[in-house]
């Protein structure tokens, strides 16, 4: 520990920690721009310049890291003018009027920090050059005259997200924020997961969805966590008379640490412009029409209770103490023939199988990839789903990390790695039994060639991961696709060869597949959906949207429900459709991949008239005459062993 | 269609352009006008003729074939003369003689102490057995077997030697630092960045001397317990690093680099790097964040390079004139090097002397030594009789010093407490014909054309001083300019991230402390006192010089002179632009500046 004096305030604070920091921590107030807790300190704005005893010019505290004994001012006449100049610089560097811009009025850090040093005016002529508006993105704009080129947009693309699309070209004056090499942000590498505009200080990159529907302080903002897949990364939901309004990631969040995907920040609000139902609709004389609750419940009741086989399926979306209520009603109560979830066990029924075998979970956990010096991906294609993921792997490339990407499919990931494994359509039991050979010095050759993969390229990888001080495995849906047990323990069995799976770490992950994915393979909902004389079929599709697949498969059910938030192909072909609540619109418990219980909070009312996935299980129930246990759904958890170690 | 007798085509290749081209251009027309020969002799611009860098600027006269290098715009009048006049070639300008002669690097002046440049110009830079001839490597060879690594530092510490890169840190104190730092691998930069404008030092070292610099950075990273470096050299000097090159795969050759450097357990290799064009990248963060393949842009410091540097790891960077004085502090002792100099600045220092004197070119002096020393006795005086006014050291960022400072002397403190620096050694020399204000401005140009953008202070703070000093130059400059331009310069030194910031407002503070008076006429008189401010300045015709020739009024470019033939003529100040060409023209001196 290192003992400073700040203000006259005495402070203890690690080693290493900068003075800004340790000033937070005395709770002392130290103005900053190009700062930002989750990046890399900067020092370029200078706002948070402090005077040092014996230092002859100022400090800036961002990137000053403490030493024994240090006396720090961060508040004199001196400092002050310092602050003010810099401002006043920023305020003629470009077209900052205040009047015009969608985040001033409390929402940017340029003008909060000017009001602060009681700046009333400009000192300095403002700059009446035109910048340029970058337009092109689907989702956000890029307004060259509000930006103060503090850098934290290019730092966050490159250091949280690894995506590096942001940099900066010219010099001095001349600098400006581009993507790539000066493409056009619609046109370039750029991935939309809006990290840039979520820390950007002012109103340089804008929300389009979100500009002018208020200022923070006017928006309802919800801690929560995302339900797009099965990571469960962290999210604050704003949100402004019943309606979404953006999306951020939270910083504190212990999964995400803020980051976030296109899948989270702006897919959500994207479906609010689809259809929602509002009441439940029962279809009499070959056409769907409004019913009552009651109604709606009694057809399904009457028709379930005369139909000798039936089945019931779910999506892995909805909160744990949902799935526990469907599976008691449908699986236990009323033994319906196929009780399953949307998945149907894909990426789950293998990996459970195989933990039971065990008797113990073999996954690890998510944190552990980021301390790896060698990451193994497997079938997963982490540029379009669990994208977060992608991340973690993408942003440590630099710090020299070495990439095996192995997958059937051609995938963005491809170009960056350092070896890439490319075995035929479901033949990774090979590659990896090729691996484990090369992993032993044995011959691994007859391996390779059954993968369809050259030999040099396996012994290359092996080495790569031999090498690595702290190898981790990530694997996904395309391994498992008509897996055999053979695979997966040939997989753990690489990962012990390798040392990702030890006795002090485990880093084999999979990435499995919607939100409460593991939950669902907990309760046993991972069963194939294959229906062909069921008389009833009910689909509690949630705020899912259906596949063509499943469409297809339900054209010829002869009586099918349809519990949805919003209207498809699906409603339109079922004879009862149950209105329920979105995922912004429910409570729940969430087991994301690696074991971890998290809790999603309702950040916005249901509209009148749509009940909860729950309420309408019971409900159901009820009518059917069943009496459902909605407390028991954590022990139930718990029942099977499960892949990873479960964390409260 | 009109036929010409001869052609003059004049190179354009950009570094002829970069060498002044075009003033050779303008120089020639003004010169077929003045001596009547404008309708007999073309000129025309062409590409590369010979090799522009031994050669730039040069013209090619056709239909002769006669091929004239090196020329200045002040060589032109006798050019014309001698060869369209009087029909007869001039041999000064010849190919052959041009690559004789050195401009360079002359013989050494009264004054000059050569020991980074003593080999310039006597070896063969390409052929290292002439480098070993004059002792080269024998230091590497006595530190290796004969010095302990403290021994080597203690040596170096106790030599006074000073970083030569402008900052002037004791380089055995920096080099303590890097070897007790602890971390495996260290590494060994070379700082060949040289950016300032009209410094080239550094190069001629390169070019001529490439080994002293390997070895001293051999004897560097044998001090600190490093095995490998790295010559970070801009890519402008393209013959420095070919130089370079061939001398580190024949030191190589040698065993002077390598593993088991003579046999002993010590390894070290070097690498070139090239930069890129930014002048930022001599700063030792940027140029380190270069070679790292980033964007070139400095940090705060702490960390410091000695800690952590390259890729994090423990860094000693110094620049080419620090390394190359090494080996001759070792071979020749720390007592040597100690006895040459001042109380805290020893040894002796390189400079590229530049502007109105009369030697320009490359010197080497003692530490200590005075500027009108370095004026009058080394550089010959000021050119044309003139008047000195004022003298710029150390680069860009260095300040303009009056002639009341002429006899300071030249080392670290006196340089920075007179509001100046050492810088990497640029000392331009300006007459009384130079405008104050406009040399700020030039300056600022530069350096905020040069700044990279990434602290605020600096990125727009050199462009607000930019833009009042360039109005001030037009005649637009109000009441209140100059106490702007002092906050200004003031809150840019002290609140910038690197020493590009910190020293960029040193022209202009230094320029506003000599020669207030001169802002204040610009100011509030819309006068400038040097004539150089063209918005400030008339052009008019002396009525009793003028006999009407008529020659500048057919010259002029925009018809702004009037008059009879054999009558005054008149300038109208109105259309008149400021070109100065009748000026040029006019054989009578009928021409003045009001």
């Known amino acids: 520990m290192v003992n400073i004096t700040i203000d006259e305030k005495k402070v203890q604070v690690p080693e290493g920690t900068t003075v800004l920091r340790a000033a937070e921590q005395a709770e002392i107030h130290i103005p900053t721009l190009c700062d930002h807790p989750a990046l890399t300190p900067f020092g370029g704005c200078r706002l948070c310049l402090v005077e040092v005893q014996g230092a002859r010019t100022l400090q800036t505290s961002c990137t000053l890291p403490v030493t024994e004994n240090m006396v720090v001012t961060t508040d004199n006449d001196r400092i002050r003018e310092a602050r003010k100049f810099v401002l006043t610089l920023l305020f003629s560097e470009r077209n900052h009027f205040c009047p015009y811009c969608q985040v001033s009025g409390g929402d940017c850090e340029l003008q909060n920090a000017a009001y602060e040093q009681d700046m009333t005016h400009w000192p300095l002529q403002p700059n009446w050059k035109t910048f340029d508006v970058d337009a092109s993105h689907e989702y956000f704009i890029l307004e060259q005259s509000r930006c103060i080129l503090c850098r934290r947009c290019v730092r966050a693309c490159g250091e949280l997200v690894g995506n590096f699309t942001l940099g900066v070209e010219e010099r001095g004056a001349d600098s400006s924020i581009v993507a790539d090499l000066g493409t056009p942000l619609g046109e370039s590498s750029c991935i939309s997961c809006g ?306 799976i030890g006795e002090q770490r485990n880093a084999l992950v999979s990435v499995k597949g919607k939100a409460n994915s593991m939950a669902a393979a907990q309760y046993g909902l991972d069963q194939p959906f294959n229906i062909s004389d069921e008389q009833a079929v009910f689909i509690a599709l949630g705020d899912d949207c259906p596949s063509q697949k499943l469409i297809k498969r339900l054209e010829k059910a002869p009586f099918l429900v349809v519990q949805a938030s919003y209207s498809s192909q699906l409603t339109a072909q079922a004879d009862v459709v149950l209105p329920v609540e979105n995922w912004a619109e429910q409570d729940g418990s969430y087991l994301n991949l690696e074991g971890q219980l998290q809790n999603a909070v309702k950040s916005m009312p249901a509209p009148e008239g749509v009940l909860s996935n729950a309420a309408v299980f019971e409900k159901l129930a009820a009518a059917l005459g069943y009496k459902l246990d909605s407390t028991g759904w954590k022990d139930n958890l718990l029942k099977q062993i499960p892949v990873s170690a479960i964390l409260d | 269609m009109t036929f010409f007798r001869s052609h003059i085509l004049v190179s354009i290749d950009p570094e002829c352009q970069a060498k002044g081209a075009y003033q050779i251009i303008d120089a020639l027309n003004d010169e077929l006008v003045a001596q009547g020969l404008i309708g007999e002799v073309q000129v025309l611009e062409t590409s590369r003729i010979g090799d522009p860098a031994a050669y730039g600027p040069d013209i090619m006269v056709y239909p002769e074939g006669v091929h004239y ?290 030697n320009t070119g490359l010197i080497e002096v003692p530490m200590g030594i005075t500027l009108r020393e370095i004026i009058f006795e080394v550089g010959g005086g000021i050119k044309n009789g003139k008047n000195f006014k004022a003298i710029q050291t150390g680069g860009p960022m260095g300040g303009c010093l009056p002639a009341s400072d002429l006899d300071l002397p030249v080392d670290y ?131 009793d010089a003028c006999t009407g020739c008529t020659v500048c009024a057919r010259n002029c470019p925009v018809d702004a002179i009037t008059g009879e033939r054999r009558q005054t003529h008149t300038i109208d100040p109105d259309m008149c632009v400021r070109c100065g060409i009748c000026l040029q023209v006019c054989n009578f001196n009928a021409v003045t500046i009001n």
Not at chain 1, 485 to 498: C, F, P
Not at chain 2, 416 to 428: E, K, L, V
Not at chain 2, 499 to 509: I, R, S
């Open chain 1, 195 to 500: 990290v840039c505009v979520q820390v950007c200080p002012t109103g340089a990159l804008i929300d389009r969805r979100s500009a002018y529907l208020g200022h923070d302080v006017e928006l309802d903002k919800t801690e929560t966590i995302c339900v797009g897949c099965s990571v469960g990364c962290g999210i604050e939901v704003y949100s402004r008379d019943n309606h979404l309004v953006r999306i951020e990631g939270n910083w504190d969040a212990t999964v995400n640490r803020g980051v976030l995907c296109k899948t989270g920040r702006y897919l959500p609000l994207d479906a609010e412009n689809q259809d929602r139902v509002y009441t439940p609709m029962v279809r009499k004389d070959g056409k769907l029409k409004a019913a009552t609750w009651n109604d709606a419940i009694k057809t399904i009741a009457d028709q379930f209770k005369k139909s000798p086989k039936s089945a019931a399926m779910v999506p892995t979306r909805l909160p744990a103490e949902s799935l526990h209520l469907f599976k008691q009603l449908f699986k236990d109560q009323l033994q319906a023939a196929t009780v399953t979830s949307i998945e149907e066990g894909l990426n789950t029924k293998l990996p459970t199988q195989l933990a039971a075998e065990l008797g113990s979970p073999f996954e690890g956990a998510l944190e552990e990839i980021e301390k790896s010096d060698c990451v193994l991906v497997l079938g997963a294609d982490l540029a379009k789903d669990h994208e977060v993921v992608g991340f973690f792997i993408k942003r440590i490339l630099p710090l020299g990390m070495e990439l095996i990407w192995a997958g059937s499919d051609n995938n963005a990931f491809e170009q960056q790695a350092h070896q890439v494994l490319k075995p035929k359509a479901e033949s990774y039991a090979d590659l990896l039994q090729a691996l484990n050979a090369a992993l032993v010095d044995k011959p691994c050759a007859e391996f390779a060639k059954n993968a369809g993969v050259e030999e040099s390229a396996v012994k290359k990888a092996a080495q790569m991961l031999s090498k690595a001080n702290f190898p981790a495995i990530v694997y996904g849906e395309d391994l498992l696709k008509n897996a055999s047990m053979n695979t997966l323990k040939a997989l753990v069995e690489l990962g012990h060869l390798s040392g990702t």
């Open chain 2, 69 to 358: 290098v090196k020329l200045t715009k002040d060589d032109i009048h006798n050019l014309v003369k001698e060869h369209f006049l009087k029909g007869r070639a001039v041999e000064k300008f010849l190919v052959e003689q041009a690559a004789k002669s050195d401009d360079e690097l002359g013989p050494p002046k009264p004054k000059e102490v050569r020991v980074v440049l003593r080999n310039c110009g006597v070896i063969d830079p390409c052929n290292i057995e002439d480098y070993i001839a004059v002792d080269g490597y024998m230091a590497l060879a006595k530190s290796i077997s004969e010095l302990t690594p403290e021994e080597v530092i203690d040596t170096v510490l106790k030599s006074g030697l000073r970083g030569r890169g402008g900052a002037g840190f004791p380089t055995g104190r920096k080099w303590q630092f890097a070897s007790g730092s602890k971390g495996s691998p260290k590494y060994i930069i070379c700082n060949a960045d040289e950016g300032d404008p009209g410094a080239f030092m550094n190069r001629r070292v390169l070019e001529s001397d490439p080994h002293a610099v390997i070895e001293g950075m051999a004897i560097a990273a044998y001090a600190i317990g490093s095995s490998q470096g790295y010559i970070y050299c801009r890519a402008e000097y393209p013959e420095a690093v070919r130089t370079l090159r061939i001398a580190i795969k024949q030191a190589r050759e040698f065993g002077l680099l390598g593993s088991n450097i003579l046999g002993s357990d010590f390894s070290f290799d070097l690498e070139v790097r090239m930069g890129a064009g930014a002048f930022v990248c001599g700063e030792e963060t940027a140029l380190m964040a270069s070679i790292e393949g980033k964007r070139g842009e400095p940090r705060t410091r702490p960390p410091f390079p000695a800690v952590k540097g390259l890729w994090n790891q423990p860094t000693n960077i110094n620049n080419v004139e620090t390394y190359a004085t090494v080996p001759q502090v070792i071979l020749k002792g720390a007592e040597w090097f100690a006895s040459m100099g001042t109380e805290h600045s020893k040894g002796t220092k390189t400079f590229a002397l530049a502007g109105d004197v009369n």
């Open chain 2, 413 to 543: 403190e006196s340089l920075s407490q007179a509001g100046s620096m050492m810088g990497s050694g640029g000392m331009i020399v300006m007459d009384e014909e130079t405008c104050m204000v406009d040399i700020a401005r030039f300056f600022m140009e530069f350096t905020q054309e040069e700044s990279c953008g990434k602290c605020v202070p600096c990125r727009v703070g050199t462009r607000r001083l930019l833009e009042i000093l360039t109005d001030i130059c037009d005649g637009k400059g109000k009441a209140g300019d100059i106490e702007t331009l002092e906050m200004l310069c003031k809150q840019i030194k002290q609140d910038s991230l690197c020493g590009l910031g910190q020293g960029a407002p040193n022209p202009v503070e230094s320029t506003l402390k000599h020669f207030r008076d001169e802002y204040e006429a610009h100011i509030f008189e819309k006068r400038c006192p040097a004539k150089v401010c063209r918005a400030m300045i008339r052009y008019e015709i002396l009525e």
